[in-house]
Structures are given as structure tokens and as C-alpha cells.
């Protein structure tokens, strides 16, 4: 069974930065992406960055190319997502998940549970 476990969240300021974790298990990953969505509350789920398991190449929404990076830990199964220059209106719960890749939620077929970021001064 997979289990992804987001960790790393919590409260910065804005313009700061943070940096989120992703533990995978449960399955071997090779042959898919994992990625980064977030949901705002009240909003829907809006995708933030992907990584191709195999290749390790990277794509990101453009709200936040440049920011954030996106990268994994080939042994230990882990993907991260660092976050820099965060704006107040991007709190969000983050998630992790590993599908087919690309930017739409139904791509993805596993989620962790999330960890939510706050973005206050």
C-alpha cells in the first residue's frame, strides 16, 4: 500500500521560506512522477511543481518558477519541495502525491495527507 507522509510545514512570513518533505513507501515509484499540489481554503487543489522519479526532471506552475524547487532522494524515497519568497495569500495545505505526472489532480493517483503552510507576519 502507498503511503506518502508530508512533513516540514508550519508558520513563516512572507517572503520567506520553508522546505517540505515527502516520504514514499510502498511501492516502487520508477516509471512515475511525484508532485506538489496546494489547497487554499475554499479553493480548489492547484498543482505547484512535478518531478519525474527516473529522470529527475522538474516542471512547475509559473506562479512559482524561479521560488520553488522541486527534488527528490533517490534512496530514501523522499521527495522535497523548497519554498522561497511565500506571499500571505498562498497559505495552503500542501500535498504530495505519485501518478502519471503533468499538471491536473486526476493524474495522480495516491495523496498524502498534507501539511499546511501559513503564511503570516
Known amino acids: 500500500q502507498v503511503q506518502l507522509v508530508e512533513s516540514g510545514g508550519g508558520l513563516v512570513q512572507p517572503g520567506g521560506s520553508l522546505r517540505l518533505s515527502c516520504a514514499a513507501s510502498?511501492?516502487?515509484?520508477?516509471?512515475?512522477?511525484m508532485g506538489w499540489f496546494r489547497q487554499a481554503q475554499g479553493k480548489e487543489r492547484e498543482f505547484v511543481a512535478g518531478?519525474?522519479?527516473?529522470?529527475?526532471?522538474?516542471y512547475y506552475a509559473d506562479s512559482v518558477k524561479g521560488r520553488f524547487t522541486i527534488s527528490r532522494d533517490y534512496a530514501k524515497t523522499t521527495v522535497f519541495l523548497q519554498m522561497r519568497g511565500l506571499k500571505p495569500e498562498k497559505t495552503a495545505v500542501y500535498s504530495c502525491?505519485?501518478?502519471?505526472?503533468?499538471?491536473?489532480?486526476?493524474?495522480?493517483?495516491?495523496w498524502g495527507q498534507g501539511t499546511k503552510v501559513t503564511v503570516s507576519s
Open positions: 510502498g511501492h516502487t515509484f520508477s516509471g512515475y512522477d
Open positions: 518531478i519525474n522519479w527516473n529522470s529527475g526532471s522538474t
Open positions: 502525491t505519485v501518478g502519471g505526472g503533468g499538471v491536473r489532480v486526476s493524474r495522480y493517483d495516491f
